[in-house]
């Protein structure tokens, strides 16, 4: 009887960012991901970055998210391999991932609404393994990835994976800015920047950022406030009314998750209103309609779709779209818990984005 000797397999493995319960994470080895679906694709990242949401999962305030999970929805790469059913990408290509992956064929998909995906949505970082690693698997590969545009810059390209559609989208679109608008944005972290960033495109006659670090509100005048308010040591509401003739503004964009910012945009809204909820609200809030029942407002919440991102990277690409800006500092993927670190005090490091380095 032949025999043959087996070696042993060898399971490859990576570095990854792993959350191991509330307040606990870890680099650390894990099995390196493989293909598992005919439309999947394997992703060797290069670029990847830490977003307010990782803050909330790491503090256990996303039930969704398990010990055991790799971390991370943002992301650029290179395709390292590809399920046989994939056919808009090869082996070698250089790509974004979103956040949302989505398979292009369920019924939710087909309405537009990729973000409630029946076999996908947010679920890298969250129900399944995300891109804070070395590697990752992309789920429906054809639909969740996009070819990097020749010569952009990665720093630039990675924010397109969550953070401008999120604040384009969830914002900008869902609050209807329009030309002559006045706009309040609560909250002046990545998220609230980029809406900042995007309600530009509508030419607002009013851009009024309201949060209490006074580096993150200088920086929301050099990305294009027409007024900031600083509620920790000025009247936000008061000064908002102050500033729209007593009237409130068209379009106010909460951009915290917080009671009390939702609070503020109840406040500060006019008649005839739109108010745009982008916030990850782990807390009830209060909806003041004993008040606002008769203002004709339009009240809004979503989760991000990531189907502006063709449409942010020609903006980006024609130059009119600054999303390097958003990128402050930068960390080998090797130092990512220093990098957590640096984000998690972002007011004393002055910090927007952390990129991370492959
Ligand atoms: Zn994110
Ligand atoms: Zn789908």
Same mark, same amino acid.
Do not use: F, Q, Y
């Given at each position: 009887m032949a025999t043959t000797i087996q070696e042993e397999p060898k399971i490859a493995v990576m570095k990854a960012l792993v959350y191991?319960?509330?307040?606990r994470r870890a680099w650390e080895d894990k099995p390196k991901p493989s #293909?598992?679906?005919?439309t999947d694709a394997l992703v060797r990242i290069t670029t990847t970055t830490i977003c307010g949401t990782d803050l909330h999962i790491i503090k256990g305030e996303v039930p969704t998210v398990q010990a055991g999970r790799i971390l991370g929805h943002e992301g650029v790469g290179v395709v390292e391999a590809l399920g046989s059913? #994939?056919?808009?990408f090869t082996v070698g290509d250089r790509v974004l991932i979103s956040c949302v992956s989505s398979c292009g064929k369920c019924d939710t998909c087909k309405r537009g609404m990729p973000s409630h995906?029946? !076999?996908?949505?947010?679920?890298?970082?969250?129900?399944i393994d995300g891109t804070q690693a070395q590697y990752v698997r992309v789920p429906h590969a054809d639909n969740s990835l996009y070819h990097s545009p020749a010569g952009i810059d990665e720093d630039a390209l990675v924010m397109m994976s969550d953070i401008f559609p999120t604040g384009f989208e969830c914002g900008t679109l869902s609050g209807q800015v329009k030309p002559g608008d006045s706009v309040a944005i609560v909250g002046a972290g990545p998220i609230g920047l980029a809406a900042l960033l995007t309600s530009q495109f509508f030419s607002p006659a009013k851009l009024i950022v309201i949060d209490q670090d006074p580096n993150r509100l200088k920086v929301a005048l050099s990305f294009g406030a027409t007024h900031v308010v600083n509620f920790k040591t000025e009247k936000a509401v008061e000064k908002v009314r102050s500033l729209t003739k007593g009237e409130g503004v068209d379009v106010a964009i909460e951009a915290v998750g917080s009671p009390g910012s939702f609070e503020t945009c109840q406040n500060i809204v006019a008649p005839g209103g739109r108010i745009a909820n982008i916030g990850v609200h782990g807390r009830s809030v209060e909806l003041h309609l004993e008040k606002l029942? @008769?203002?004709?407002l339009t009240l809004t919440t979503r989760l991000v779709d990531t189907t502006s991102i063709p449409l942010l990277l020609k903006v980006h690409q024609s130059g009119k779209? !600054?999303?390097?800006?958003? @990128?402050?500092h930068k960390f080998a993927l090797s130092d990512i818990l220093k990098a957590y670190d640096t984000f998690g005090n972002a007011a004393q490091e002055n910090a927007l984005k952390v990129l991370l380095k492959a």
């Open positions: 191991h319960g509330p307040n #293909v598992r679906e005919t059913a #994939v056919t808009g995906c029946r !076999d996908g949505g947010w679920i890298l970082g969250n129900t029942w @008769s203002m004709n779209l !600054d999303a390097k800006r958003m @990128s402050t």
